[in-house]
């Protein structure tokens, strides 16, 4: 695992695993994932204006269904979890519960700056989320801008911004601030946005 990237204790502990899935799993989870393309629906949270459905905290579209995906990419989070909770410096769990979901952010596609133990989230049935895992992938080279994590320092201040590399998962504390810059991906196809999978670990 890589050396601490938070600095000092003024950013949440964070941790970037480069080619957590490696080429094969990469590739096949972005097949999966451009196969499912009519099953991904908008993960609009906020109704504004005149009856317009308007995303103002969150615009992207999720799939929940991870098919043949689920029992191994959950498998391989929970490994994760005792090493991540001893560096965070966060009490022990049981193994508990997860969830899990792919996003993708085509042109346009942002989610403000947010928790993610936000309960009002109907995504979020039960469960309290305690580890944040966003898994990176897409089409190489890429053909999107924009779209990096935001991770606030714990005075809301300073940020630091994580490039969503192709193949690595970023790892934070589910409490921690953070925010996904707005994507640019003009006339690119579905294809050719930001991909990630959501892994939480609950508890
Ligand atoms: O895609 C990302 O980088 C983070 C997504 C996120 O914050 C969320 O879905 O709660
Ligand atoms: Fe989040």
């Not at 972005?30 to 615009?59: M, N, Q, W």
């Not at 979890?81 to 769990?93: I, K, R």
């Not at 996003?103 to 133990?117: K, L, M, S």
């Amino acid at each position: 695992m890589s050396e601490p990237s938070f600095l000092g204790g003024r950013f949440p502990p964070h941790r970037i695993l480069a080619g957590w899935l490696g080429e094969a799993g990469s590739a096949r989870l972005l097949e999966y994932a451009l196969a499912a393309e009519d099953r991904f629906i908008p993960t609009r949270l906020a109704a504004v204006g005149k009856g317009r459905l308007d995303s103002v905290v969150r615009h992207s579209s999720v799939l929940k269904d991870l098919g043949d995906f689920a029992v191994p990419l959950r498998r391989r989070a929970l490994a994760l979890q005792a090493e991540l909770e001893t560096d965070f410096e966060m009490p022990a769990t049981p193994r508990n519960s997860t969830q899990m979901e792919v996003v993708a952010h085509g042109h346009g596609a942002f989610y403000r700056a947010h928790t993610d133990t936000f309960t009002g989230d109907h995504y979020t049935p039960g469960g309290r989320r305690r580890l944040t895992m966003v898994y990176y992938f897409h089409r190489e080279p890429r053909r999107f801008t924009g779209g990096r994590l935001r991770l606030f320092d714990l005075a809301g201040g300073e940020t630091i911004d994580v490039e969503p590399e192709h193949d690595s998962l970023l790892v934070f504390p589910s409490t921690a601030l953070h925010e996904v810059e707005r994507v640019s991906c003009f006339k690119g196809a579905f294809g050719d946005g930001r991909f990630s999978l959501n892994i939480w670990l609950c508890g």
